[in-house]
């Protein structure tokens, strides 16, 4: 199948690394089916010229609904799905309920998975097909006050891995993508998330809540070593269009980095890096 006609389904494109991979791919000659949340996103993408349907990580309803659509539009081929959707929720571990911890994982792991589970049939039905993970580099190590998105990120790479062991000797391929930090809304989602679900003025952790505030606020300017989205959507071009893909790509300094430490350091050594990273000080 010749890549103008193939079909690419992408959640979470309202902005950043979603969009730009909307954008890049329907450039490139892909028919790409952008999906987001709110419907008015939906409004804003088509405008733009892009294929756009409403699709909720949150609800199995919304998930079954635009993939009934998409297979309908495609009669019942799609190339490959491209599981971008996700927001980080920070805090100390300690102060996340479940509720705010069952939240996290229903859009970054439980609606990306029933999503993948349904279009497998399609997948299986035409031997081929494409599933690309955007996880981060938090699925490689863990940093402080980021627990429910780092066990996120951790399980969505274990469930990548093992959907790949099980799909051998097939033509379907499973791609992980593992940016650093990327130019998006990202801080701004996460800290909305924050306000939302941390009680930070009664927690233990209130100082360094004070400072991480700034930061998500963009009060401190961007990371180090922060790349424009550009630089995951050449990745995810590789994965789609490589006769074989690579089973992980990394994306910033970052994560080439943290991947050849989390190798080669002893743990505690490690820790103490991920702890002066998190900016944790001794109780």
Known sequence: MHKQRRSVLITGCSTGIGRCLAEGLR??????????????????LTEAGLESLPLDLDSSDSIRGAVTEILTRTEGKLYALINNGAYGQVG??????????????????????ELTNLLMPAFRAQNEGRIIQISSVLGIVCLAYRGAYNASKFA???????????????????????P????????????????ENINA?????WERYAMMEQRLAGESGPLPFTLGPEAVL???IHALEARRPKIRYAVT??????????RLLPARTLDRLLRSVSGVRRN
């Open 27 to 44: 450039d490139r000659g892909y028919r790409v089916f952008a999906t987001v949340r709110k419907p008015q996103d939906v409004a804003t």
């Open 92 to 113: 100390a571990v300690e102060d996340l309920s479940r509720k705010t911890l069952r939240k996290q994982f229903e859009t970054n792991l439980f609606g990306t998975q």
């Open 156 to 178: 969505l790479e274990a469930l990548s891995d093992t959907l790949r062991l099980e799909l051998h000797g097939t033509n379907i391929h499973v791609s992980l993508i593992e």
């Open 180 to 195: 650093g930090p990327i130019k998006s809304r990202f801080r701004e989602n996460a800290y909305r998330a924050f306000k």
């Open 201 to 205: 003025e009664h927690s233990v952790h």
């Open 234 to 236: 050449k990745k995810v």
């Open 253 to 262: 300094v970052p994560t080439y980095l943290f991947w050849v430490l989390k």
